[in-house]
């Protein structure tokens, strides 16, 4: 697969998933038509050497596997890992609100998102809905509307005169978004509205009420490459989409004899403490059920690796002074390593050196970067899967302007530096062994 194929499919994948619960189908979806089987939790599984697997866990986790062929369970487990969800604003369960004769919806602001981003945007909503059948079952449904349909505006800078020297952003006043203008005999409640979208989505569902919903905003302008050369993509929700597709794609095309495994867990911009976050169980779950002997998988693990894939700074030209003067990551120059000496990304000088010897390899030169002294540093679900699975793991990714906006950007070659060593990292017929 050469880059701008590669790039076309990773646009494809940021449009279809404006959601965890999207992103989770859609790989779902991919790796079953490759011939990958479906498990679930809550039944008994049964699976076979040399076969491919995936399981879902609460619409927004999903977890791929292939296994080796015999005997899988004394072969090491070669593992990346990415999340699915970004920053953005959720709805809340109750949203309607009126004033001045318009509707607005009432959000909470999840995860860290650059909220001056989200004004003035055309936002959509999709997420997940959980109804009652005419038969009173309960069912689940993934809802996007699949355009436009609240947007923020901004107060005039002739009512704001300090708007360009100063901005504070009232979470519960500033951020209700437009929603329509309903007539005065037409309350237009939300929840008829969710009805009827989820009617068109889904004829042949005979829905007898809505009885919950996980829904979120999100831009629908299309992901696009800029610059005068092309040079750059930009796009929504690249952290930490890019990551899950790079992950997909290699696993996809793996080829090698070891146990290989993709993690894309949700929940992580809000500290991935849930049932789909990577401090829950799934992935130790996975692994129990497919190992186990408690000594023979603690064994196995001490002989695995894992990849922690998620976006790192690029450095900015307007800001150099944010940045450590020795580690400024450039756009379109590789795949950045991770490292903080309190462990925040889980990298540590060994196993940055597996992963530079396998990058070499392609004829991929990684960068590195650490944060700058006096700044907080951030994290990823590196440090919680390895301290979960006592594996070796090393944190790193795509370069990237913009964190956390509701526009992001990175090098249009990035993605696919990345994934030739990931692809590399599955199919490398052995990994390179550290002698102690």
């Known amino acids: 697969m050469q880059q701008e194929q590669f790039n076309k499919q990773l646009f494809d994948f940021l449009q279809q998933s404006p959601t965890p619960f ?11 038509q490759a011939g990958f089987q479906r498990l679930r939790e809550g039944k008994t599984w049964e699976t076979e050497p040399g076969k491919g697997y995936y399981c879902i866990r609460d619409n927004g986790t999903f977890i791929g596997f292939r296994l080796a062929a015999d005997p899988f369970r004394s072969t090491p487990w070669r593992m990346t890992g990415a999340h699915t969800d970004s920053p953005t604003l959720q709805l809340k369960p109750l949203p309607e609100r009126t004033a001045n004769s318009y509707m607005q919806l009432g959000v909470e602001v999840y995860g860290g998102p650059l909220l001056s981003t989200w004004f003035d945007r055309d936002l959509g909503i999709g997420g997940r809905v959980t109804v009652m ?26 009512l704001d005169k300090k708007a360009n020297e100063e901005q504070t952003i009232d979470r519960q006043k500033h951020l209700s978004p437009l929603f329509c203008q309903p007539l005065e005999d037409d309350a237009s409640p939300f929840t008829d509205i969710l009805l009827q979208q989820l009617e068109k989505q889904y004829p042949d569902l005979s829905i007898k009420k809505i009885l919950g919903f996980d829904l ?52 992580e911009e809000i500290g ?3 049932v789909a976050g990577a401090q829950g169980n799934f992935l130790c779950s996975v692994l129990e059920r497919l190992l186990p002997d ?7 693990l001490n002989h695995s690796f894992l990849l922690s894939l998620d976006n790192a700074h690029g450095v900015h030209p307007n800001f150099v002074e944010k940045h450590d003067p020795q580690h400024l990551p450039l756009l379109n120059h590789g795949p950045v390593i991770k490292y903080n000496a309190n462990q925040r990304y889980a990298t540590t000088g060994r196993s940055a050196a597996l992963y530079k010897a396998l990058a070499h390899e392609v004829g991929v030169t990684p960068q590195e970067f650490v944060m700058e002294n006096t700044m907080a540093c951030g994290s990823t679900i590196g440090p919680i899967t390895a301290t979960h699975l006592g594996v070796q793991t090393v944190d790193l990714g795509v370069p990237s302007l913009a964190m956390h906006s509701i526009r992001e950007i990175t090098g249009a070659k990035d993605p696919y530096l990345l994934f030739k060593t990931i692809a590399h990292f599955y199919n490398r017929p052995q990994l390179p062994r550290c002698d102690e």
């Not at 794609?249 to 495994?261: H, I, M, V």
């Not at 408690?294 to 196995?300: K, L, W």
């Open 272 to 274: 991935s403490a849930s």
């Open 133 to 158: 059948d005419k038969e009173d079952a309960i069912r689940i449904r993934l809802l996007d509307f699949q355009r436009p349909v609240v947007i923020i505006p901004s107060l005039a800078i002739h």
């Open 22 to 32: 999207h992103a989770a189908e859609y790989l779902a979806t991919h790796f079953h």
């Open 216 to 267: 979120f905003c999100y831009d629908t302008q299309p992901p696009t490459l800029l610059g005068i050369q092309k040079d750059f993509i930009s796009a929504s929700r690249l952290d930490n989409l890019v990551s899950c597709f790079v992950g997909a794609q290699a696993l996809l095309q793996e080829k090698t004899s070891d146990n290989c495994l993709l993690l894309c867990s949700n929940h």
């Open 294 to 300: 408690t000594a023979s998988r603690q064994t196995i």
